[in-house]
């Protein structure tokens, strides 16, 4: 059974800096996607970015990255130059393979000092 | 291109009443399905859908039912709403092209609360 595993519940981060968020996953599937959504106090869900299992480099969508190592199985969330705008709860969540069915993690709670 | 609807936004219900949450989405996307999400638990599949006419049971299925007769609408319905029904309800739909999965987006959420 596919599970994803985000063992910080709150992070904290000082403003322009640089944050991880973890996330590990557990699949036997070969071919999966790994997904990072945002959401804000407003309640709506934001797709940050997507890693495909067969992808070999790391997506990178602006100041978002996702650091894969599929021999690990992580697949953690680098945000860069951290804004208050970030502040947010941020969901690790892996598809199946037809990407018709979505598992998430728990969340982490991101707050932004300035 | 308005994406993923869902409604109502808000819902009280009271023990016992059924009620249909709506969400239709304009992008064509062949796969959608319907979550709860509950504090600190994340979000837990409840239904899913690969195309009109095919449904199938996610994580938490029980209580609800779900229909898909046109590839715009999957509407989630609620038999016999309980307290334990109490939360945020989020749908979304997808496309996947081979081994890629392309256009994940999510509704705004309907938070439904039974008294």
């Known amino acids: 059974a596919q599970k994803i595993t985000q063992t910080q519940p709150g992070m904290f981060v000082q403003e322009k800096e640089a944050v991880t968020l973890d996330c590990t996953y557990d699949t036997s599937d070969q071919s999966y996607g790994l997904f990072w959504y945002k959401q804000p106090s407003s309640g709506e869900m934001i797709f940050l970015i997507y890693q495909g299992s067969y992808d070999e480099q790391n997506a990178t969508e602006g100041r978002y990255s996702l650091n894969f190592q599929k021999a690990r199985k992580s697949a953690n969330l680098v945000i860069s130059a951290s804004q208050l705008g970030d502040s947010a709860m941020y969901f690790c969540a892996m598809s199946s393979y037809t990407g018709n069915q979505f598992y998430f993690g728990t969340g982490t709670s991101l707050t932004v000092i300035p | 291109n308005a994406g993923v609807t869902q409604t109502p936004k808000f819902q009280v219900l009271k023990t016992g009443q059924s009620m249909t949450l709506q969400c239709a989405q304009d992008m064509n996307h062949e796969y959608m399905s319907w979550y709860r999400q509950d504090p600190g638990m994340g979000l837990r599949l409840i239904h899913y859908?690969?195309?009109?006419?095919?449904?199938d049971q996610g994580e938490v299925p029980n209580g609800y039912n779900v229909s898909r007769s046109t590839t715009e609408d999957f509407p989630l319905r609620l038999l016999s709403a309980a307290p334990s029904q109490t939360s945020v309800y989020f749908c979304?739909?997808?496309?996947?092209?081979?081994?890629?999965?392309?256009?994940?987006?999510f509704g705004s959420g309907t938070r439904l609360t039974v008294v």
């Open positions: 979304a739909s997808s496309y996947s092209r081979g081994r890629q999965v392309y256009g994940y987006t």
């Open positions: 859908s690969v195309g009109a006419g095919i449904t």
